[in-house]
């Protein structure tokens, strides 16, 4: 069902916010920022294009089942660990971001640790659940939040506070070179079609993803709202001075009528839904790579009762993330954000390759083993 | 024959036991009074004694379909307690059906009451419920399965299907749960229910209960497998999605715009009596600031005279509602309206003049009741009623975050149940009659 495979590219376009990516834009906005975007989405598109074909040949097979089948084991074992490596820190790094901005803005007297508690409690409840669970779980909540979503970017694109010639500033630096940091910091709002790497299980045998054109026109937009709406609203140059610049710039929309006077808590209350889903699946992600480490791990995409074994995961998960909470400041964080882009990307390319090789592998054996029967037929 | 049956009934002095003779033939009979009915006199005895003619009985013990030989003595027992009748003539043992039918109309709804839709409900005979449902889906092919449950009530169970729109798969399960179960007493749907899911700390209903004949031929139609069970008014559905539990039968009868007019307020309501006093906490404890300011200041100054923090207040309330709420389901009729009225007086007036609780929090409470009550079943109605107090105490630590993280978990845990294999909170599940046989291909989304 392809609706499912939707979900994951809007949310994970969405989340862009909580992993500073228009921070890591603005600082670089007059340095190739604004180029860097426009290609991140024709590689983007392109990536997410080849990708999920290629994973549409392998019906029912998450990436490590992939590997498994068409790699010696030591290599296949390589593969599960970085990826569960990978995809268990953006949910640390998500729950991180999203906790500390929880505490600057809404809870200011609480211990930040405390917050902390109850968002990973959450991400290790959803991410023990079964695939086919998380997947019902995204769509409920896509929809519960669809019209948070649309009402923010409307407040914010028709606001008249908006200055758009900032924005038009800020076009004019396209001619600029882009750095690895921006290009990657682009490219992780096309990333969600990566979710196919365990959620292809669920994909069966003959299914075709149409209206694959909802990847580059959603993502893009996505990408355009959170770099140049910030831009419209502080200015070119004031834009930097912010840390968690989206939460600054919801703040300055206002909603006349209603019970809630301020756009800042509406925008904090999607983006706890959108960061824990985000937990979810990525610490979903994760387990099932680490599971997939067991020579005799069967995958079971509708489980239940789940096993104890996702709960003691996910809740190593936890703890790595009280540990990076620990370790981080905001030096040091936005330094771990931007290598994480960058390895991200880099990992999407190797998983291309990876696929890329398999399907090759895949026709050959094929191909030959329809040779043998005709030979056989024919003898 | 009489002899192995004194021997099983010791003492049991209500079991009819006699040898009879008219004359040419002597007759040993046995059956219990209570539990057989007039049709005995005409069935058995008037043919046996004043109009006797041996081979007019002889035909009619070989024709009457209610005649069935009964030559082995493990079952008489069951026979008779049963409500059949046993006798034996010219050496052979015969049973013959004449069970005391206790209903012999259709009950009238009581929990599930429809406007415009049929008033009928099931009884507590499980024939008088056959009879209502085989009339309601009129088709060759719904099956019956039968079955005994409880080992001292020995309950009998019936099994229901359209066995050409059933998922052979969920079928196969419901088997080998039924046979699995040990029960001893099998008095009520809802003892049934627990067997048959499989962890009895289950917040949610995953079976449907109904009282309604319409409800289940609307889900037999639909390729549900229905249990229906001798003495109780309720039928089972499986398996069943989070949507059928909010499916009132009215739905089925109104026009397309009030039904979905509806349907969005039941939702709304079940939002709002889950979240309105967790919300409350939130808002007055930890961030008013939310609010617009009027806002803020009117639930604040609503607040001045109490003396406690905000969560001993909804506290107090919720008790109060509750309490109120199981007194009057409690209470003989007569009294009822009674304890509504000082409920109602206490609730509404009293304890805001005397300042324990404010007048906003008084609006919360009725609301919660109120919208606790527009949901349509009653299973579904109760778990709702529980799941406001895990808000309360998350909206007491965390303030308005934690509700929504919370909330968060609630779905997951919906989408997480799974009733019979099915997904239970699944939204756009291919229809099942719009599939000609509806295979395991519809759990997978």
Known sequence: MSRYFYYHVLYVGLINIMIFVPWTLFQNRFHGAVSAMAIAIVIGTIMAWTTTSLFLRFPEMALSDIVKAYFPRGIALIVNVIGAIIWGFAGILVVYAYSSTIQQFFNPDMNPYLFLLLMTAAGVWGATRCSRTIQFAHEVLMLLCTPLILMILFKAIFSPWLDWDAIRVSLGYVRTRPSLNSLSAALFVFAGYNTLVIFNRLIPANTKIRQRWIIPVFCSFFLFVSFFIPIGFHGTVGVADYLYVWSITSDSMIMQYGFVYRVLYVFLLLYTALSLMFTMNTWHTAMEFIKACHPRYTPQPDQYPVKAVNWWITISFAVLTFAYAAWANDQRNQLTYQSWLIVRSISEVVVLLILVWCFFVSRRKRRSSIRQQTAAQNS | ?445
């Open chain 2, 1 to 445: 024959m009489l002899e192995t049956i004194k021997r099983q009934f010791e003492n049991v002095t209500d079991l009819l036991t006699e040898t009879v003779d008219n004359g040419f033939w002597p007759m040993e009979i046995a059956y219990f009074p209570s539990l057989c009915d007039e049709r005995i006199k005409d069935g058995l005895l008037v043919p046996y004694s004043y109009r006797f003619d041996p081979d007019e009985f002889r035909r009619m013990l070989r024709s009457n379909p209610k005649y069935v030989e009964a030559e082995d003595p493990k079952q008489w027992a069951n026979l008779l307690l049963k409500g059949f009748v046993l006798l034996k003539v010219e050496g052979k043992c015969y049973s013959f059906k004449s069970d005391r039918t206790l209903v012999t109309e259709p009950g009238t709804t009581e929990v599930e009451s429809a406007v415009l839709g049929p008033q009928s409900a099931f009884t507590e005979d499980i024939t008088m419920n056959m009879a209502l449902l085989r009339l309601r889906y009129n088709v060759p092919t719904l099956t019956a399965e039968p079955y005994d449950k409880g080992s001292y009530s020995n309950t009998s169970i019936m099994v229901l299907y359209d066995r050409e729109l059933v998922n052979p798969v969920i079928l196969n399960m419901l088997r080998d749960k039924l046979d699995r179960i040990r029960l001893d007493l099998l008095l009520a749907s809802s003892s049934l229910v627990k067997e048959l899911t499989d962890r009895n700390h289950r917040l949610f209903p995953t079976i449907l209960q109904t009282e309604r004949p319409d409800r289940v031929a609307v889900m037999l139609r639909k390729g549900k497998i229905v249990i229906i069970i001798n003495g109780s008014r309720f039928a089972l559905i499986l398996p069943v999605r989070l949507f059928d539990f909010m499916h009132a039968m009215d739905d089925e009868y109104d026009s397309y715009w009030i039904n979905r007019f509806l349907n969005v307020m039941r939702y709304v309501g079940i939002w709002m009596t889950i979240i309105l006093p967790a919300s409350y906490i939130a808002i007055v404890s930890y961030n008013p600031e939310i609010f617009r300011v009027q806002l803020a200041f009117t639930i604040d100054g609503s607040r001045a005279g109490v003396p406690y923090p905000s969560f001993v207040e909804v506290f107090v309330m919720l008790f109060m509602i509750e309490a109120l709420i199981e007194a009057s389901i409690r209470l003989p009729r007569i009294v009822g309206s009674t304890a509504t009225t000082v409920g109602g007086l206490i609730l509404g007036q009293a304890a805001q003049q005397a300042g324990l609780v404010s007048s906003i929090m008084i609006i919360i409470t009725s609301v919660v009741a109120i919208s606790n009550f527009v949901i349509p079943n009653p299973d579904f109605s109760q778990a709702v009623r529980l799941m406001k107090y895990p808000f309360v105490v998350i909206a007491m630590l965390y303030g308005i975050s934690g509700v929504v993280v919370l909330f968060f978990a609630l779905m997951v845990y919906l989408c997480n149940l799974r009733s019979f294999g099915e997904p239970y909170f699944a939204l756009f599940l291919p229809r099942s009659h719009d599939l000609p046989n509806q295979g395991t291909k519809l759990g997978k989304g």
